[in-house]
């Protein structure tokens, strides 16, 4: 288990630690089936500082996912605003959303979503060449080298069917650092694989982050995970939709 | 790119548009019968009846005029020109001992031509005033620059 | 450029499938070629044949058939006319041109043809061009004297010098039965140059070479051909312009044993009714090909549903929704353009071969011209089509929301 000083609500406009990279006040995400309306997101103030890495823990349905579509700008809060990197984005369009999550995002998946038509080399190329001005000879040196570190050199012209589980995880954090994203999002990275390659996936995941300066927020119900991280929010602690329910 | 795409998108059926679609620039629409006033009939060789061109064809002289008519079967080899008749009679009016001088008009094509079997629309510069043609015939009103088209 | 990359990579992903709906386009596409292309052919061959200021003289009987076996040696003639008549016309200083036609043998299935030498300026006028020599040897100066149209010295392997025997009538008839020209061979004494037109398959021989058998014919019966009169089948004639051939048609309209025809209308019906066969045969085609798009719509429905996690992810790293409408877009108008391609290829293909049989078979001879707006068109036509049938699945995947997508199972 974490200790009780990493559990707890990131306030860093007390601690004048780094700025932060997430912002979020007064933010609320409801549905409506019917006469019904009901708040699965709902938080008050929140501040994820730069640079570190962060876990979200909670059981499945406490609103991890949620969060993380909220930063990489794929939800709209019904209510609230959201600043990541200084951009609020209740206001940017559908187009400025679409180049700003090219930007800024990098997003690691639970089932690794790979394109399974294209090779390793090309999945890692994918996002830079989404968010184009890249040269293609160095687009395609800096896959080949994000490869290279991620330990997957030699299986560069593999296609995903061609590769195992740990080996698609990899490729998968290789393409979600491959545009600089300020912000690298994991949505349970390590739910489909073993434990012992879980947590190595987890490591290479942190490390790769911290080279090229991205804040790492990973959703995670694994605590083996959590005691990785610099910090962890526990779901329970910022979402006040959990209160009701729970 | 998604602005090409509709652009190609529109263009296409922009394209298929225009390919069916008929110029219909202002014109005058004339008939065979628009033509004389007095009779026209022919009753035997040499017997040339009494009649006059109207005035609304004179005022027409020069102007672009839309006609329909039949193709008669006599084409020169480079098909730049023909009779136009306004019976699809099997025999062309001409040089048969009686005829109607109401019922045939010289056409001079600015594109060559096939037989067209069937109804015919023709568009060109009406010429008004007896003379004695490039088909070497002496007629009244002809048509020059003529486009031709399949009536429906 | 990221949804080429992407379209090309997923079209590289499925080469059956794709290659397959690409397959079914090129066979639509391909019989709309090729209805299109032969029955151009058809067309020009008719109007290279039957042109200018001409009127043909036939015996009563119906018109196509007359322009058929004149002008095309495809048909029985209608019957014969008095030789008066060609001496007539041909005295006529309103006609440039008079080539009397006599049918009545034939050999080898090869229609054996009466003329005079001005049925070389026919052939010259036809072919517009005046510079060929047209003829190796010479055009028969006597009776039983032939010179071969180009098919006909190719299929029978004949030369100048060699000697054949015809048979009376138009089919060839058993050796047992056909006995009757024996005594008179041909002696080919000239071999025309191929003008891919009727003249090919046939073989000309002079005006009186069929009065001579008919002579021999009728030998028993001593000279009693001299009192039926000479006769010929027809004679056509070019008039010098408009007023000549109109006053020499209802000059003819008048008597009762010649009827005035006008080829290039009469051909001109004919294509009429062919075109109506075309045109239904096209349109079938033309289903075809867009039930063929239909299918590639069908194949990228089921992939935007095999995709819907794929499209999810690609949006979730920075993909917009342009880029996802390409790429789909893209796969239909590449399918579509391939197969349209490769339909024009294959149609063009069919067409030539469909001539090549009906000159091997018939010895009919159509010359397939250049492609044109026709195949381009049918090409850009496919194309559309193809760009909607990605358009339109494209559009109904990217109404999912990015989120509920992320959490599909595929």
Same mark, same amino acid.
């Given at each position: 288990?974490?200790?009780? /000083?990493?559990?707890?609500?990131?306030?860093?406009?007390?601690?004048?630690?780094?700025?932060?990279?997430? #912002?979020?006040?007064?933010?609320?995400?409801?549905?409506?089936?019917?006469?019904?309306?009901?708040?699965?997101?709902?938080?008050?103030?929140? /501040?994820?500082?730069?640079?570190?890495?962060?876990?979200?823990?909670?059981?499945?349905?406490?609103?991890?996912?949620?969060?993380?579509?909220?930063?990489?700008?794929?939800?709209?809060?019904?209510?609230?605003?959201?600043?990541?990197?200084? #951009?609020?984005?209740?206001?940017?369009?559908?187009? /400025?959303?679409?180049?700003?999550?090219?930007?800024?995002?990098?997003?690691?998946?639970?089932?690794?979503?790979?394109?399974?038509?294209?090779?390793?080399?090309?999945?890692?190329?994918?996002?830079?060449?989404?968010?184009?001005?890249?040269?293609?000879?160095?687009?395609?040196?800096?896959?080949?080298?994000?490869?290279?570190?991620?330990?997957?050199?030699?299986?560069?012209?593999?296609?995903?069917?061609?590769?195992?589980?740990?080996?698609?995880?990899?490729?998968?954090?290789?393409?979600?650092?491959?545009?600089?994203?300020?912000?690298?999002?994991?949505?349970?990275?390590?739910?489909?694989? #073993?434990?012992?390659?879980?947590?190595?996936?987890?490591?290479?995941?942190?490390?790769?982050?911290?080279?090229?300066?991205?804040?790492?927020?990973?959703?995670?119900?694994?605590?083996?995970?959590?005691?990785?991280?610099?910090?962890?929010?526990?779901?329970? /602690?910022?979402?006040?939709?959990? #209160?009701?329910?729970? | 790119?998604?602005?090409?795409?509709?652009?190609?998108?529109?263009?296409?059926?922009?394209?298929?548009?225009?390919?069916?679609?008929?110029?219909?620039?202002?014109?005058?629409?004339?008939?065979?019968?628009?033509?004389?006033?007095?009779?026209?009939?022919?009753?035997?060789?040499?017997?040339?009846?009494?009649?006059?061109?109207?005035?609304?064809?004179?005022?027409?002289?020069?102007?672009?005029?839309?006609?329909?008519?039949?193709?008669?079967?006599?084409?020169?080899?480079?098909?730049?020109?023909?009779?136009?008749?306004?019976?699809?009679?099997?025999?062309?009016?001409?040089?048969?001992?009686?005829?109607?001088?109401?019922?045939?008009?010289?056409?001079?094509?600015?594109?060559?031509?096939?037989?067209?079997?069937?109804?015919?629309?023709?568009?060109?510069?009406?010429?008004?005033?007896?003379?004695?043609?490039?088909?070497?015939?002496?007629?009244?009103?002809?048509?020059?620059?003529?486009?031709?088209?399949?009536?429906? | 450029?990221?949804?080429?990359?992407?379209?090309?990579?997923?079209?590289?992903?499925?080469?059956?499938?794709?290659?397959?709906?690409?397959?079914?386009?090129?066979?639509?596409?391909?019989?709309?070629?090729?209805?299109?292309?032969?029955?151009?052919?058809?067309? !020009?061959?008719?109007?290279?044949?039957?042109?200018?200021?001409?009127?043909?003289?036939?015996?009563?009987?119906?018109?196509?058939?007359?322009?058929?076996?004149?002008?095309?040696?495809?048909?029985?003639?209608?019957?014969?006319?008095?030789?008066?008549?060609?001496?007539?016309?041909?005295?006529?200083?309103?006609?440039?041109?008079?080539?009397?036609?006599?049918?009545?043998?034939?050999?080898?299935?090869?229609?054996?043809?009466?003329?005079?030498?001005?049925?070389?300026?026919?052939?010259?006028?036809?072919?517009?061009?005046?510079?060929?020599?047209?003829?190796?040897?010479?055009?028969?100066?006597?009776?039983?004297?032939?010179?071969?149209?180009?098919?006909?010295?190719?299929?029978?392997?004949?030369?100048?010098?060699?000697?054949?025997?015809?048979?009376?009538?138009?089919?060839?008839?058993?050796?047992?039965?056909?006995?009757?020209?024996?005594?008179?061979?041909?002696?080919?004494?000239?071999?025309?140059?191929?003008?891919?037109?009727?003249?090919?398959?046939?073989?000309?021989?002079?005006?009186?070479?069929?009065?001579?058998?008919?002579?021999?014919?009728?030998?028993?019966?001593?000279?009693?051909?001299?009192?039926?009169?000479?006769?010929?089948?027809?004679?056509?004639?070019?008039?010098?312009?408009?007023?000549?051939?109109?006053?020499?048609?209802?000059?003819?309209?008048?008597?009762?044993?010649? !009827?005035?025809?006008?080829?290039?209308?009469?051909?001109? !019906?004919?294509?009429?009714?062919?075109?109506?066969?075309?045109?239904?045969?096209?349109?079938?085609?033309?289903?075809?090909?867009?039930?063929?798009?239909?299918?590639?719509?069908?194949?990228?429905?089921?992939?935007?549903?095999?995709?819907?996690?794929?499209?999810?992810?690609?949006?979730?790293?920075?993909?917009?929704?342009?880029?996802?409408?390409?790429?789909?877009?893209?796969?239909?108008?590449?399918?579509?353009?391939?197969?349209?391609?490769?339909?024009?290829?294959?149609?063009?293909?069919?067409?030539?071969?469909?001539?090549?049989?009906?000159?091997?078979?018939?010895?009919?001879?159509?010359?397939?011209?250049?492609?044109?707006?026709?195949?381009?068109?049918?090409?850009?036509?496919?194309?559309?089509?193809?760009?909607?049938?990605?358009?339109?699945?494209?559009?109904?995947?990217?109404?999912?929301?990015?989120?509920?997508?992320?959490?599909?199972?595929?």
């Amino acid at each position: 288990m974490p200790d009780t /000083a990493q559990t707890r609500v990131l306030d860093l406009s007390q601690n004048g630690g780094p700025a932060p990279i997430v #912002e979020m006040s007064g933010l609320k995400i409801s549905y409506r089936t019917g006469e019904m309306s009901f708040t699965v997101l709902d938080i008050d103030e929140l /501040a994820l500082p730069a640079g570190l890495s962060i876990g979200l823990s909670g059981p499945s349905g406490c609103g991890k996912s949620t969060l993380l579509n909220l930063c990489a700008g794929l939800l709209r809060p019904t209510v609230g605003s959201i600043r990541v990197d200084g #951009e609020e984005l209740t206001g940017l369009g559908q187009g /400025a959303l679409d180049r700003f999550r090219a930007k800024k995002i990098g997003y690691v998946f639970q089932g690794f979503n790979l394109i399974p038509a294209l090779s390793a080399l090309g999945n890692v190329e994918l996002p830079m060449r989404l968010s184009g001005s890249m040269p293609a000879s160095l687009r395609r040196a800096r896959a080949q080298e994000l490869l290279d570190r991620v330990g997957l050199g030699t299986k560069a012209r593999q296609k995903p069917n061609q590769l195992s589980f740990g080996q698609m995880q990899r490729v998968g954090i290789a393409r979600a650092i491959a545009g600089h994203p300020r912000l690298l999002l994991a949505d349970e990275p390590t739910a489909s694989l #073993e434990p012992g390659l879980g947590l190595s996936i987890v490591r290479l995941l942190i490390a790769v982050a911290k080279e090229n300066s991205a804040t790492l927020v990973v959703a995670t119900h694994d605590p083996a995970v959590l005691t990785e991280l610099d910090h962890t929010l526990t779901m329970s /602690a910022i979402n006040r939709a959990m #209160e009701v329910s729970s | 790119m998604k602005n090409q795409i509709i652009v190609f998108f529109v263009s296409a059926l922009m394209m298929g548009a225009t390919m069916t679609s008929k110029s219909s620039a202002a014109m005058t629409r004339v008939k065979f019968t628009d033509f004389f006033v007095g009779e026209t009939y022919q009753v035997g060789p040499g017997m040339k009846p009494e009649f006059n061109l109207s005035e609304s064809i004179q005022a027409l002289h020069g102007n672009t005029v839309e006609i329909l008519g039949f193709m008669d079967g006599i084409l020169p080899r480079d098909g730049m020109h023909f009779m136009l008749i306004r019976e699809p009679t099997a025999l062309c009016p001409f040089h048969t001992s009686s005829f109607d001088w109401a019922a045939f008009m010289p056409v001079f094509l600015s594109n060559s031509t096939e037989y067209i079997d069937g109804p015919i629309r023709i568009v060109g510069r009406l010429d008004v005033g007896q003379k004695t043609d490039e088909m070497g015939l002496v007629s009244y009103v002809r048509i020059y620059d003529a486009s031709i088209a399949r009536a429906q | 450029m990221t949804s080429v990359w992407l379209a090309l990579s997923y079209l590289r992903a499925r080469p059956l499938l794709n290659g397959l709906t690409a397959l079914a386009v090129a066979l639509g596409i391909s019989i709309v070629v090729a209805t299109t292309t032969l029955s151009k052919a058809a067309r !020009q061959s008719a109007s290279e044949t039957a042109g200018g200021y001409q009127l043909l003289l036939a015996a009563k009987g119906s018109q196509i058939q007359a322009v058929l076996s004149t002008l095309f040696f495809a048909e029985a003639p209608t019957g014969n006319i008095p030789i008066e008549i060609y001496e007539q016309v041909h005295a006529d200083q309103g006609v440039t041109l008079a080539v009397p036609f006599n049918f009545g043998d034939s050999f080898k299935s090869h229609l054996i043809v009466g003329t005079t030498p001005d049925y070389l300026h026919l052939i010259r006028r036809n072919r517009r061009s005046s510079q060929q020599t047209l003829l190796k040897g010479r055009w028969p100066e006597h009776a039983f004297e032939a010179s071969l149209g180009a098919a006909v010295a190719r299929a029978t392997g004949l030369t100048i010098g060699d000697t054949f025997t015809a048979a009376h009538g138009f089919v060839e008839l058993p050796e047992d039965l056909s006995d009757h020209h024996k005594a008179q061979p041909y002696t080919v004494v000239g071999l025309l140059e191929e003008t891919r037109a009727p003249t090919d398959r046939a073989i000309f021989t002079t005006l009186d070479t069929s009065w001579r058998i008919h002579g021999q014919f009728h030998d028993a019966s001593s000279d009693a051909h001299d009192h039926e009169g000479r006769q010929i089948t027809a004679v056509l004639i070019e008039g010098r312009g408009y007023a000549d051939v109109a006053r020499l048609n209802a000059l003819m309209a008048q008597r009762m044993d010649v !009827q005035p025809i006008f080829p290039g209308r009469t051909a001109t !019906q004919v294509l009429g009714y062919l075109q109506r066969g075309q045109s239904l045969v096209t349109s079938i085609a033309w289903l075809a090909a867009l039930i063929a798009c239909l299918g590639i719509m069908i194949s990228l429905f089921a992939a935007a549903v095999e995709r819907r996690r794929q499209i999810a992810t690609l949006r979730a790293i920075g993909a917009s929704r342009a880029t996802v409408l390409g790429v789909m877009a893209i796969e239909g108008l590449f399918i579509a353009g391939l197969g349209a391609v490769i339909g024009v290829a294959f149609g063009r293909l069919m067409a030539v071969a469909i001539a090549w049989q009906l000159e091997q078979s018939n010895g009919y001879l159509l010359t397939i011209g250049q492609a044109g707006l026709a195949e381009i068109s049918a090409i850009a036509v496919a194309m559309a089509l193809g760009l909607l049938a990605g358009f339109i699945p494209a559009l109904l995947a990217l109404r999912e929301d990015v989120a509920k997508g992320l959490a599909a199972m595929t």
